[in-house]
């Protein structure tokens, strides 16, 4: 058995500029999707699981000071909404932290890659096996969180533990995919995976999507990296050669439902998803409102 890790690595830097022009102030952990910062699910996921320790790998100071204040309690706040007996406010305001984790940050001050944010965070992961999550891809689940279930995995088998999704082949290329996999009913275990291939490199249909369970020498692997097609040290490839060299590699096809928000377009569309999924009195509006446009048409 293995112990399933207490710290996680959740990078919040860079521009987002795919998020523009509400980025240009705030980082994009704060944009909403159902009325929740997006970083408040990543957070929820890692306190779910039992993590005890989040570093946050940010770009600036105004962005290292916007998650500093957000994770701290506010007791003038609450107070205050106690006093006016807005509990439900002042319920939703207590959950945003997490009782028992811990907030740490990390700077990654150049744009140099995925890889390389994780790789900022070593002198505080320190020699513990760790997790990697990120932020604009919110999953969503009505049993156990997402971590808790690579966690269960990690548990029985140790070494790599991925979130994977299976996708049509024309679709693939957007993302790592697993080779060498061989499917066990919702896990698959991999030789490997490749960044972004080409059509004709693709050999399963189970896409690299995070967030990860990884063993500590990735961060011994990483400086070996080289940069990869788009000019950055890409996590896929340190966890390519980790696999390579022996580390054992599976996939878990999670129960849960992603939410992409990493373009403004993707974001609006995850917002009527999970809106619509979770309120009966939006769903009901937007049965109404496309009832009035077919109306228009």
Not at 96 to 105: E, H, I, L, M, Y
Request: charged share 25%; glycine share 8%; proline share 5%.
């Amino acid at each position: 058995m293995f112990a399933r890790p207490e710290v996680a690595v959740l990078p919040v830097a860079g521009l987002s500029t795919r998020n523009l022009p509400a980025t240009k102030a705030m980082h994009k952990g704060f944009l909403c999707l159902n009325n929740l910062p997006i970083i408040q699910y990543a957070v929820d996921a890692c306190a779910e699981a039992g993590v005890k320790e989040i570093i946050f790998i940010y770009s600036d100071d105004t962005s290292r000071a916007m998650y500093e204040n957000y994770f701290s309690p506010k007791k003038e706040l609450e107070e205050r909404l106690l006093r006016q007996d807005k509990l439900e406010l002042w319920e939703a305001l207590k959950k945003t932290v997490p009782a028992g984790v811990k907030f740490s940050f990390a700077r990654q001050s150049e744009p140099k890659g995925n890889g390389h944010a994780v790789l900022c965070a070593k002198e505080i992961i320190g020699n513990r096996d760790f997790i990697v999550m990120w932020v604009d891809d919110v999953y969503v689940c009505r049993g156990k969180g997402i971590l808790s279930q690579l966690s269960e995995v990690y548990e029985r088998c140790g070494g790599i533990i991925e979130n994977i999704i299976e996708f049509p082949k024309e679709q693939l290329s957007r993302y790592g995919v697993l080779t060498g996999a061989v499917k066990e009913g919702n896990i698959v275990s991999a030789s490997g995976v490749i960044e972004k291939p080409k059509i004709e490199q693709i050999e399963s249909p189970y896409a690299s999507m995070g967030p990860y369970i990884l063993p500590n020498l990735i961060l011994d692997i990483l400086p070996e990296v080289q940069k990869g097609s788009n000019g950055e040290i890409n996590l896929t490839d340190a966890i390519n050669l980790a696999a390579h060299r022996g580390t054992p590699l599976k996939g878990v096809l999670a129960a849960a439902e992603r939410y992409d928000c990493g373009t403004n377009e993707e974001l609006a569309k995850s917002n009527i998803r999970l809106s619509i999924r979770e309120n009966k009195v939006l769903y009901e509006e937007a049965v109404r409102t496309v009832k009035e446009l077919d109306g228009e048409l």
